[in-house]
């Protein structure tokens, strides 16, 4: 069971979007509607920040939005602003009866 | 609202056992959720253990199943993770995280305890 596949590092200026992937396998993100997205903000507890793949949940701006297509998941955030800057985080629920997360992104915002 | 809150030694030698308490307020453990343990090695990603229902119902990250025990103590209204034989490499931040549920679907891990530092060292 590998982690799943998120780039290092992305960056965007105030006002921009960017989009974060993440990609695994059939047996993870390609065989399930069960992809979460989570922020982290230094020194903190991840936060919430999309479920089953495109749903927010309540107290999320509707900046932050997710999709999917195959076995790539995506988060895609509009309009950054600078408290947008964190690390983010995929996850997806596994044929193993398992949960597994992505090695995560850093955003920059500019 | 809902509040977890992590405890537990925070130095463990080599070849012990880690052990960690989840205290849930807020919410019933009898609720038809599960109960998650994540932890984060300094400086790096997340990481899942395993998890927890209140009917006693266990899944464990295959790669760490030998060494991981999750108990619930439904009187105290906590759970309970325990890793044996550690090694530096358990050295971490470690979350417990509610995996809300309702009506047999399951909404992503939306309360998070604060977190705790385990250091593995001699």
Known sequence: ???????????????????????????????????????????????????????RPSGVSDRFSGSKSGNTASLTISGLQAEDEADYYCSSYTTSSAWVFG????LTVL | QVQLQESG???????GTLSLTCAISGDSITNDNWWNWVRQPPGKGLEWIGQI?????????PSLKTRVTISVDKSKSRFSLDVNSVTAADTAVYYCARERCSGGSCNGFDNWGQGTLVTVSS
Request: glycine share 14%; with cysteine.
């Open chain 1, 1 to 55: 069971q590998s982690a799943l596949t998120q780039p290092a590092s992305v960056s965007g200026s105030p006002g921009q979007s960017i989009t974060i992937s993440c990609t695994g396998t059939s047996s993870d993100v390609g065989g399930y509607n069960f992809v979460s997205w989570y922020q982290q903000h230094p020194g903190k507890a991840p936060r919430l920040m999309i479920y089953h793949v495109s749903n």
């Open chain 1, 103 to 106: 090695g995560g992104t850093k």
């Open chain 2, 9 to 15: 030694p925070g130095l463990v030698k080599p070849s």
């Open chain 2, 53 to 61: 229902h209140s009917n006693g119902m266990t899944n464990y990250k």
